[in-house]
């Protein structure tokens, strides 16, 4: 089992940036990987990224690549989704979940934070 939650979250301006975390608790986290997904209003949820339990292997989806940087400190049982050059069409709910039984490519994500809001004023 892994538990997770997201934070950081908040109101930021076009062109701002903001960084996300995911704290996990549970004995597993340092061997899953960690998916980061959002939801715009109005929108199905969607991929941005993952990162696979060493980080040796990461993925991004393309339109967010350069932009925005997934990582992680298992020491920390945390991950995180660093995101620069904010965009309104950035504003969503965003979500990290985690998967110890996948590399980080097309994983089943069995696990899910409650996810953390993120406003991106124009």
């Known amino acids: 089992q892994v538990q997770l939650v997201e934070s950081g979250g908040g109101l930021v301006q076009a062109g701002g940036s903001l960084r996300l975390s995911c704290a996990a608790s549970g004995p597993t986290f340092s061997r899953s990987a960690v998916g980061w997904f959002r939801r715009a209003p109005g929108q199905d949820r969607e991929w941005l990224g993952s990162i696979s339990r060493n980080s040796e292997r990461i993925y991004y989806k393309d339109s967010v690549k350069g932009r925005f940087t997934i990582s992680r400190e298992n020491t920390k049982n945390t991950a995180y989704l660093q995101m620069n050059s904010l965009d309104p069409e950035d504003t969503a709910v965003y979500y990290c979940?985690?998967?110890?039984?996948?590399?980080?490519?097309?994983?089943?994500?069995?696990?899910w934070g409650r996810g953390t809001r993120v406003t991106v004023s124009s």
């Open positions: 979940a985690a998967d110890p039984d996948c590399s980080g490519w097309g994983c089943p994500w069995p696990y």
